[in-house]
């Protein structure tokens, strides 16, 4: 029997309120946010990527036009978190896949460790995958096809950790990254990613 697939789920469907300027176009390194999470995705080689935008779609989308991605619109974005995971594992469930989560926002994450996210999840592809540092553990994650019907029950703005770690589940396999904690959510964390980031 094959191993199952991953599709990689770039999530970039927010408006990015906190941060007070859209953080798909924030620039990193000369770069805007969306294109370089897109290509370190695409560079990982461990599957399809799929960008899921939603705000200003279509000034997202011509950031990543000429890269071999899928883009599609989540149009209940505003609804949350939960909404752009529903239609994220909706996609990779017709596909009988599992779904390698990456927000668009984790700005220090590299093709390599998302490399080693799926090497580890592939010893137990009927488990989640998270990554993990001190307190902090959640994307990116691997989510397996076995936790999609939990996931599409999610609303509002929450991830998937209550599900990962549901008791009557198997504990999600754990991958350590420092680079995980770092994300854009207000002014600050911009300053210090444009300041910071090769």
Excluded: F
Aim: hydrophobic share 40%; with cysteine; glycine share 6%.
């Amino acid at each position: 029997m094959s191993e199952p697939d991953v599709l990689v789920v770039i999530l970039a469907a927010g408006a990015s309120l906190r941060l007070g300027t859209s953080k798909q176009l924030v620039s990193i390194a000369g770069e805007p946010l969306l294109r370089r999470q897109c290509r370190r995705a695409l560079s990982a080689r461990v599957g399809p990527v799929l960008a899921l935008l939603g705000c200003d779609a279509d000034r997202h989308r011509r950031v990543i036009n000429d890269l071999p991605v899928e883009v599609c619109v989540n149009e209940e974005w505003q609804e949350g978190m939960a909404a752009t995971l529903r239609h994220g594992v909706g996609i990779a469930m017709e596909r009988r896949a599992a779904s390698l989560v990456l927000p668009c926002d984790q700005y220090r994450i590299t093709s390599s460790d998302l490399r080693t996210l799926h090497a580890i999840w592939r010893r137990a592809p009927s488990s989640a995958c998270v990554s993990r540092w001190g307190d902090y553990a959640g994307p990116p994650v691997i989510l397996p096809i076995e936790c999609y019907d939990a996931v599409r029950q999610l609303h509002g703005d929450i991830g998937a950790r209550a599900i990962l770690y549901d008791t009557q589940r198997p504990h999600p396999l754990e991958v350590p990254n420092v680079r995980a904690i770092y994300d854009l959510d207000c002014p600050e964390d911009m300053a210090i990613a444009q300041s910071s980031t090769p």
